[in-house]
C-alpha cells in the first residue's frame, strides 16, 4: 500500500465551479502537506504548504488538513481554465522536511 | 535568475548506452535533487544532496549515479540505460534539506528521455 494516496481523476469542470481535490496517507510523522500544481510538460510548483492540521486560504485556494482522518484536501473556488493542470499532493516529516513523498496527481480540465 | 536549468530536454538512447542528465541552480542553495516521474504517478525520489559534497540514495536509486559537482550543479548519470529507465527526469533545488516553511522547493523544466 502507497502512504500517499490521491483521488486519480481525471476530472473535468465547468469555469466558475468549486473543485475538491484529495489525498489519504497511512504515515503518522508527516506534519507538512503541500500542494504543488503542474502545467502540461512543466516542472511542478508549490502552489500551498500547511504545517500540521488546519486550514490555510491563498487567494481562491484553500488547503485543508486533518491528522485524525489523515485526510487533506485542496478547494479552488471560482475555478479558471488557466486553474487546468495536474495537482500533486506531498507530505514530509519534520526531519529531512525537503524528501517528500508524492502522490501520483490529479488532472483538472476547467472549460470554459 | 535562471531558476533551476536542465539539460538536455530530450533524449533518445539505446539499450546500453550511457548518458548524464545536467542540473544548474542559481540560487545559492544547498539541497538538491533528482526525481523521476512515469506517466500517471507522482514524483519518485532517486537521489538528494543535502548540501555540497553530500549524496544520498532515495526511493529509487538502481541504476543511477549521482555527482554534487560544485553547490550549483548536481548530475545524474545512466551507465547502461534500460527501457524502464523511459521517464521524465526533474532535477530540483531547495535552501535546505529541512524545515520547508523556510523555503520552497524549485523544480527544474524537466528532461524528457526514451531508452529503446
Known amino acids: 500500500q502507497k502512504e500517499v494516496e490521491q483521488d486519480p481523476g481525471p476530472l473535468s469542470v465547468p469555469e ?26 512543466k516542472g511542478p510548483e508549490l502552489l500551498m504548504y500547511t504545517y500540521s492540521s488546519g486550514n490555510k486560504e491563498d487567494g481562491r485556494f484553500t488547503a485543508q488538513v486533518d491528522k485524525s482522518s489523515k485526510y487533506i484536501s485542496l478547494f479552488i473556488r471560482d475555478s479558471q481554465p488557466s486553474d487546468s493542470a495536474t495537482y500533486l499532493c506531498a507530505m514530509s516529516g519534520n526531519t529531512n522536511a525537503g524528501k517528500s513523498t508524492f502522490g501520483d496527481g490529479t488532472t483538472l480540465t476547467v472549460k470554459p | 535568475n535562471a531558476g533551476v536549468t536542465q539539460t538536455p530536454k530530450f533524449q533518445v538512447l539505446k539499450t546500453g548506452q550511457s548518458m548524464t542528465l545536467q542540473c544548474a541552480q542559481d540560487m545559492n542553495h544547498n539541497s538538491m535533487y533528482w526525481y523521476r516521474q512515469d506517466p500517471g504517478m507522482g514524483l519518485r525520489l532517486i537521489y538528494y544532496s543535502a548540501s555540497e559534497g553530500t549524496t544520498d540514495k532515495g526511493e529509487v536509486p538502481n541504476g543511477y549515479n549521482v555527482s554534487r559537482l560544485n553547490k550549483r550543479e548536481f548530475s545524474l548519470r545512466l551507465e ?34 526514451l531508452v529503446l
Open chain 2, 80 to 113: 547502461s540505460a534500460a527501457p524502464s529507465q523511459t521517464s521524465v527526469y526533474f532535477c530540483a533545488s531547495s535552501e535546505t534539506l529541512d524545515s520547508i516553511a523556510k523555503e520552497t522547493q524549485y523544480f527544474g523544466p524537466g528532461t524528457r528521455l
Open chain 1, 16 to 41: 466558475g465551479a468549486i473543485v475538491s481535490l484529495n489525498c489519504t496517507y497511512s504515515n503518522s510523522a508527516f506534519q507538512y502537506f503541500m500542494w504543488y500544481r503542474q502545467y502540461s510538460r
